[in-house]
Structures are given as structure tokens and as C-alpha cells.
């Protein structure tokens, strides 16, 4: 494969990629004029937002076995015309309930460009390179909710929250055709391959007994959980129980988030001299170790602005690291059942993560505390399913 080849086809992988966070974050933003607009409550505009993550969450379980029976394009091609038809209909839409569904919808759309874009990576690549790749495309999946509420926000005050949905119509189209024109068919469709509920579970679980799979998975999956925890709590710690202004938020949660970009890159040049299962023992102790520091510190009172939000960065360093290697050895054992895998790895990882972050809501905020608390849980379950789950690998 060319160099030139090699970089078009990521900027189209990444595009796909991209598709999920614009639809997540570009209208929230638009959340107050929603409500006005439809007559309802600001809270139950929200309920938008959680059944996009329903939406996402059993999209990509729906589309893994899809991915597989029927080649790579086929299934994206639907998933990115139901992506755009509920686009649309969000935009002209007149009641909030229609709205709340037709984001579930929406969701399940844009599941097909997340489970395909991460399967493709696997049947497109060598083995070698998927961890390269993978934080390529996480470059762009961290850049995209730093841009999408930006431009959101410039994007409702100047033209109504209706045209950002005629946008997000647009990026689904964008993506339609360039996938229809550019991007290769890359797996075969398997003929052998059942839908029928009871193959599709046995698939599944077949999946999850790889120790491989369900070792980097699950260690993936809690590890990055914690950045859910950070992004639910990040709002109330900075704005309301250290009065930062809701500018000097924004500019705090992009600093933070070049920890996270930055370290992900940094891993693509690591990758030249150590293995990825080297990258992720070292960054998940570094994970552990830092958060630990952080809950002792935050217990005691120790720490202030400046030095939360340097454990933070440390963590989202940490992560950067760990993330792009999970995934690539996740989903190293395949190649018959990479459309299933990468499926059941983004369902894990949604889903842990959700869980994580709802967990705040057990908790009043008064400090950092809660948040550190299970983010400090998350990480030390990672480690020791890494732990426990190498002897496995090793036993295997």
C-alpha cells in the first residue's frame, strides 16, 4: 500500500469515525432554543441525548453480525441512509417525543460508521500496524467534541438550532459518498454466516471465550470509563466547586484534552521500539498510580485548581496511551469475526462506561472526591483483568 493510499483511506476511516461525536455534541449547545421551540423542558430535551446512547449502544451489537454476512459496505450504506433520513426529520420535527426517537434512530445510523470504520481498520491493516491506525483515527474522535459544541453554538445563535441537523445531514452524506466512491469492499461477504438470534449469541459468546478479546476488552472498556467520569463530573468540579468561568472552562477542558490527543501520537512513535502489550501494562500502572495519588490528595484536601488539573492530565495521558493498544489487541485474534468483535467491544465499552458515569449521580458533589473515587475503582479493575487475563493468554 501507498503512503498516499494509506493517508486517504484513514482520512475516510476518520471521517467515519467522526460522525458519532458531531452527532453527540454539535446541538447541545442548541438544548435551551430545542426546548423553546418544542414547548418543553430544557431536562427533557436531554432525554435526546440519552436515547442517542441507548441507540448506540444496541446499534453496534445489530451491525456486528450485519458486518460480517454481508461484506463492510452494504451494511454501512443503510446504516448511513437511516443516518440521514433521521437527520432530517430531526430538523423539521415539531414535538419533543418524535425528536427523542427519531435520535434513537439517528443513533442507530451512525453505529453502522463507528462498528464499520473499526472493523475495516482490521481487514484493511496489518496486525502491526492496527494500533498506529487506531490512534490516528483516535486523533480525530478526541478533536471532534472539542470542535462540534464550538461550532454548534456559533452555528445556533447565527442560524437556529434547525441547521444543525441540515449539517449533520450533510457529514452523513459526505460519508455515503465517499465511502460509495473511495473506500474498498474489504471483508467477504460470509454466506455461512447465520442471523438467526441463536447463531448470532453463540458468535458472540464464541468472541468473548478468545482470552485475547476479553482481556484487552474488558481492560479497555474500564479503563476508559474513567474519561466518561471525567466528562459527566468535569463541569460541576470546574465551574460550580472551583467558580472557574464557563470560558475558562472550555479552554481547561481543551488543554486537557491535547493530554489525552497527544499521548495517543505519542504512542504511534512508541510503537516503533516497544509492543503494545508492553505500552499498555506501563501506561495502566501509571493510570493506577495516579489516581490513587489523586483520591489520597483529594480526601485530605490537599490539592486545588492547578493541581487537580494536573492529576487529570496525568490520567488522560495515561489513557491516550492504554486505549489504541486495547482496541488493537482486542481484535488482533480475527479476521472471520472482526465485524462481531469490534461490535461487541464498542457495546462493552459504551456500557461501562454509561455505567460508570451514572454512578455520580449517587453522590453530592462537594468536592472531587466521587469522581476520583470511581475513576480510581475503573482503573484498578482494569489492571487487574490485565493482570489476571495475560495469564490466561500466556495459559492459552
Not at 430531526?90 to 435520535?103: H, N, P, Q
Not at 521500539?273 to 490513587?292: D, H, M, N, R, W
Request: hydrophobic share 55%; net charge positive; aromatic share 14%.
Amino acid at each position: 500500500m501507498t503512503q498516499k493510499r494509506y493517508l486517504f483511506l484513514i482520512l475516510i476511516l476518520g471521517s467515519l469515525t467522526a460522525l458519532g461525536p458531531f452527532s453527540i455534541d454539535m446541538y447541545l449547545p442548541g438544548f435551551k432554543a430545542i426546548a423553546k421551540d418544542l414547548n418543553t423542558s430544557e431536562a427533557r430535551v436531554a432525554w435526546s441525548l440519552s436515547s442517542y446512547f441507548i441507540g448506540i449502544s444496541a446499534g453496534q451489537l445489530l451491525y456486528g453480525p450485519l458486518l460480517d454476512r454481508f461484506g463492510r459496505k452494504k451494511p454501512l450504506f443503510i446504516g448511513l441512509l437511516i443516518y440521514i433520513l433521521a437527520s432530517a426529520g430531526c430538523a423539521f420535527i415539531k414535538d419533543i417525543d418524535s425528536f427523542i426517537v427519531l435520535r434513537f434512530i439517528q443513533a442507530i445510523g451512525s453505529c453502522a460508521a463507528t462498528v464499520a470504520s473499526v472493523a475495516m481498520v482490521r481487514d484493511l491493516f496489518p496486525v502491526s500496524e492496527n494500533a498506529k491506525v487506531f490512534a490516528l483515527l483516535m486523533l480525530v474522535l478526541s478533536v471532534s467534541p472539542m470542535v462540534a459544541p464550538t461550532v454548534g453554538g456559533y452555528v445556533t445563535v447565527a442560524f437556529g438550532w434547525h441547521t444543525v441537523f441540515f449539517i449533520l445531514l450533510g457529514l452523513g452524506l459526505f460519508n455515503l459518498i465517499a465511502s460509495w466512491l473511495w473506500l474498498p469492499e474489504s471483508y467477504k461477504a460470509d454466506t455461512t454466516m447465520s442471523l438467526k438470534p441463536k447463531p448470532i449469541i453463540t458468535n458472540f459468546i464464541t468472541v468473548l471465550r478468545e482470552p485475547k478479546f476479553y482481556t484487552y476488552a474488558f481492560t479497555g472498556a474500564m479503563a476508559f470509563a474513567g474519561l466518561f467520569v471525567y466528562i459527566t463530573s468535569s463541569p460541576i468540579l470546574f465551574m460550580s466547586l472551583f467558580k472557574v468561568k464557563e470560558e475558562t472552562y472550555g479552554w481547561i477542558f481543551a488543554f486537557l484534552s491535547v493530554g489525552f490527543i497527544g499521548a495517543s501520537q505519542v504512542n504511534t512513535l512508541m510503537l516503533r521500539k516497544y509492543k503494545s502489550e508492553q505500552l499498555i501494562f506501563v501506561a495502566l500502572i501509571g493510570q493506577v498510580v495516579t489516581v490513587i495519588v489523586f483520591l489520597i490528595g483529594s480526601i485530605n484536601g490537599w490539592f486545588g485548581l492547578a493541581e487537580t488539573i494536573g492529576f487529570l492530565f496525568l490520567f488522560l495521558c495515561c489513557l491516550g496511551v492504554a486505549n489504541p493498544n486495547a482496541l488493537a489487541l482486542s481484535l488482533a485474534p480475527f479476521s472471520k469475526n472482526a465485524g462481531s468483535a469490534s461490535a461487541l467491544m464498542g457495546a462493552l465499552q459504551m456500557g461501562l462506561g454509561a455505567l460508570a458515569s451514572a454512578c455520580i449521580g449517587f453522590f453530592e458533589q462537594t468536592s472531587a472526591v466521587p469522581m476520583v473515587l470511581i475513576m480510581t475503582v475503573t482503573s484498578v479493575i482494569a489492571f487487574a483483568v490485565l493482570v489476571i487475563g495475560r495469564r490466561n493468554i500466556k495459559e492459552a
